[in-house]
């Protein structure tokens, strides 16, 4: 399977950095309809995903949703590192079946853990599909 041909390169995906607010990540994940949003540093390393939960959780451990409030702390504060783990570009087909059946999207990073684009089930369901008609 050919990652490069079937995945979502970065620039028209939606993702944060791990040093935006709280706010600026619900806003945009809001915005975008999402539930899970890669996360990257300032070096564009891909450092881990948040979900909508990441930030109900931290909205009810604050007690507020007041907006001013979710100014004060950065996604960093709440990223789960481990969460939604990246795949390389050149990963064997088991693997990317493996991670699509655990994941909505699997970030797909190059040789310097940069993101490159992301994988998402029904880009891989589709790309199997069309494979199967041929």
Excluded: W
Excluded at 32 to 61: C, K, W
Aim: glycine share 6%.
């Amino acid at each position: 399977m050919n990652i490069a041909k079937i995945m979502i390169p970065k620039v028209c995906t939606a993702f944060l950095r791990e040093d935006n607010t709280i706010r600026q990540g619900l806003e945009t994940m809001t915005y975008h309809g999402y539930t899970a949003l890669p996360v990257l540093d300032s070096n564009q390393h891909y450092v881990g995903s948040i979900t909508e939960g990441d930030f109900l959780r931290y909205m009810m451990e604050k007690g507020t949703t007041d907006k001013r409030a979710l100014e004060q702390d950065c996604i960093g504060k709440i990223l789960r590192r481990d969460f939604c783990p990246a795949l390389s570009m050149d990963s064997d087909n088991q693997t990317i079946l493996s991670a699509i059946l655990n994941q909505n999207f699997v970030p797909i990073v190059d040789s310097r853990n940069v993101l490159c684009g992301i994988l998402t089930r029904r880009g891989v369901i589709s790309h199997l599909a069309e494979k199967s008609e041929k």
